[in-house]
């Protein structure tokens, strides 16, 4: 028995392929793991520390696990428990994310109810009033969707205003829950923002190897800093961190991984 995701069930299956094994699993903490050999063949275990328990990772192949093999098995291990370790935090993001994008959706009806109400009414000064409301309900709407995961966190950055510089293309192979959430952080980042004359902030983008860095180019500090610290929360259960500067935000980003390409 087995206690993993999707994409980790295919990140294994994958694996034991690759490597010519008969079988590659991850047994959750306190299941029963195979015994070390069989008639059948031989089996490697690679205890592993997922969150604050110790599951197994069991390689089973029809040969005698050659060093360089037991080698690789042990790094894959180390591999899979971040893998293991940041799906519920992932999937707990993306259901935050399908149940914003279901109130835009029902919003749809608040917005039917404004169009009647205008064509209901004849004085310049309710047409005006109706026609604000409107367009103040299509931005909630539009907040509300996270624009990472119809066109890309990049362009999702750049819709925002933000000029975005360095390893742009590294935004493309973020895992699709740690790229919303450097969206939240960066639409936090610009309501948190103080710029001159309560104009909105201008930021800019660095992408990096490790790390997206925020920077206000026209803002003198982050006025709130408490919806950055729920998001940094949520980055730093995704296996990364967020920093926030003196005049900006610093995302260190989890491990590269091959799965969840967005």
Do not use: C, N
Not at 71 to 86: H, I, P
């Amino acid at each position: 028995m087995t206690a993993t995701s999707p994409g980790l069930d295919r990140a294994l299956a994958l694996a034991a392929r690759a490597l010519r094994l008969t079988a590659l699993a991850l047994h959750p903490a306190g299941a029963v793991v195979p015994a070390q050999r069989d008639s059948e063949g031989y089996l490697l275990a690679v205890p592993i520390r997922v969150g604050d328990a110790v599951h197994v990772l069991t390689a089973e192949a029809d040969q005698p696990f050659e060093p360089a093999l037991a080698e690789m098995l042990v790094e894959l291990a180390r591999l899979f428990a971040g893998l293991a370790d940041s799906a519920p935090a992932s999937q707990a993001v993306l259901d935050l994310e399908a149940d914003r994008a279901q109130i835009a959706a029902e919003l749809d009806a608040v917005a039917d109810a404004l169009i009647t109400a205008k064509h209901a009414v004849v004085e310049p000064a309710e047409i005006a009033a109706v026609d604000h409301a409107l367009t103040l309900l299509r931005r909630e709407q539009r907040q509300l969707r996270a624009h990472t995961l119809d066109a890309g966190l990049a362009s999702a950055l750049q819709h925002a205003g933000m000029v975005v510089v360095g390893d742009v293309a590294r935004l493309a192979g973020l895992p699709p829950a740690v790229a919303v959430v450097v969206e939240r952080v960066a639409e936090a980042l610009a309501r948190g923002a103080v710029g001159d004359a309560d104009e909105p902030a201008q930021i800019s983008v660095e992408v990096t190897e490790l790390e997206v860095k925020f920077r206000l180019e026209s803002a003198d500090k982050i006025r709130d800093a408490s919806e950055l610290d729920r998001w940094g929360r949520r980055i730093s259960a995704l296996g990364g961190e967020l920093v926030v500067q003196a005049r900006g935000v610093d995302v260190k980003l989890p491990a590269r991984r091959d799965e969840g390409r967005r």
